[in-house]
């Protein structure tokens, strides 16, 4: 079973530009998770869907970054402008989507954002 | 709000050495638990989980028993070696917050030949 794919896997931009990230989940995973791990920090959650809708962007600043899953498949994050405290690895992660308090969260390898 | 808080590292430990890494939770409600491994250069992988109170996971010899009544699910293991070098992160989810992971700041275990 193929796992969950990310791209890229290394970005580095200057303060003020834009970056985007692409995930891929599981396939029949109805639930997709962004998360930001900051060096040497437990990964926080930055937006949840389930199918194509958003569960939960509490924590997402979303005056820069913003977060779509068309289609109820793939996803894609965006930081525009990128601030250099973005600087962290950015996850993305999929479950079934069948109980939120005991499914199985699966993780991509991550995309590591140095904002310069 | 709910948290995880994890001892702290680095720990370095001998091959064939007994290991504890301490957790525990603050939680409102009825939580998950689990352990997440990230080896040096990959993604965050699934180690072990429990459900519910007194649960015991277990995996590649590691295990941790969900603890209700410290709020603790420590993650053991009988004898390490040098391949289980890795950063170990606790875990919960709990319902009412629509799943989402809540991390402690993990722990980073190296163990030497």
């Known amino acids: 079973e193929a796992g969950v794919a990310q791209s890229p896997r290394y970005k580095i931009i200057e303060k003020r530009q834009s970056v985007a990230f692409w995930c891929n989940p599981i396939?029949?995973?109805?639930?997709l998770y962004w998360y930001q791990q900051i060096l040497g920090q437990g990964p926080k959650l930055l937006i949840q869907f389930q199918n194509n809708g958003v569960v939960d962007d509490s924590q997402l600043p979303k005056d820069r970054f913003s977060a779509e899953r068309l289609k109820g498949v793939d996803s894609t994050l965006k930081i525009q402008p990128a601030k250099l405290e973005d600087s962290a690895v950015y996850l993305c992660?999929?479950?079934?989507?069948?109980?939120?308090?005991?499914?199985?969260?699966?993780f991509g390898p991550g995309t590591r954002l140095t904002v310069l | 709000g709910d948290s995880v808080t994890q001892m702290e590292g680095p720990v370095t430990l001998s091959e064939e050495a007994f290991l504890t890494i301490n957790c525990t939770y603050t939680a409102t409600g009825y939580p998950s638990l689990f352990w997440y491994v990230q080896y040096p250069g990959e993604g965050l992988q699934l180690l072990l989980k429990a459900t519910k109170a007194d649960d015991k996971g277990s995996n590649k010899g590691f295990e941790a028993t969900y603890r209700k009544e410290t709020t603790s699910f420590h993650l053991e293991k009988g004898s390490v070696q040098v391949s289980d070098s890795a950063v170990y992160f606790c875990a919960l989810t709990e319902g009412n917050q629509g799943g989402k992971l809540i991390f402690g700041q993990g722990t980073e275990l190296s163990v030497k030949p």
């Open positions: 396939s029949g995973h109805a639930t």
């Open positions: 992660a999929s479950s079934l989507g069948s109980s939120v308090r005991t499914d199985t969260q699966y």
